[in-house]
């Protein structure tokens, strides 16, 4: 069972708005954080950003003052969590994978993965 399941991906404009879904299926233990990866074909895995069950947050700098991540609960086992993405741009177009894990921001070390959304701005 993947333990975590995202949806929301697309195709989208650009200029235009997506939000993505993270839902846990099960209860895990000892989690700091849920963060959002994404990877294009040929790039470098990309941490975009990672929320906390207290609510601190963490963007990468490609993504500031355009995506938003936030969660509905503060228990980070048993949540949804959501990244809102505005203004996208074709550079982001790839597969947004959510994670959960240990630390937070720079520190955040992912130990449970989804099986991938796609979003896709058409240039």
């Known amino acids: 069972q993947v333990p975590l399941v995202e949806s929301g991906g697309g195709l989208v404009q650009a200029g235009g708005s997506l939000r993505l879904s993270c839902a846990a299926s099960?209860?895990?233990?000892?989690?700091?954080?849920v963060g959002w990866y994404r990877q294009a074909p040929g790039k470098q895995r990309e941490l975009v950003s990672t929320?906390?069950?207290?609510?601190?947050?963490?963007?990468?700098d490609s993504v500031k003052g355009r995506f938003t991540i936030s969660r509905d609960i503060a228990d980070i086992a048993k949540t949804a969590v959501y990244l809102q993405m505005n203004s996208l741009q074709h550079e982001d177009t790839t597969g947004y994978y959510c994670?959960?894990?240990?630390?937070?921001?720079?520190?955040?070390?992912?130990?449970?993965w989804g099986q991938g959304t796609q979003v896709t701005v058409p240039s």
């Open positions: 994670t959960a894990g240990y630390g937070s921001g720079m520190g955040y070390s992912p130990r449970y």
């Open positions: 099960g209860r895990f233990l000892g989690i700091d954080a």
């Open positions: 929320i906390t069950p207290s609510g601190s947050t963490n963007y990468a």
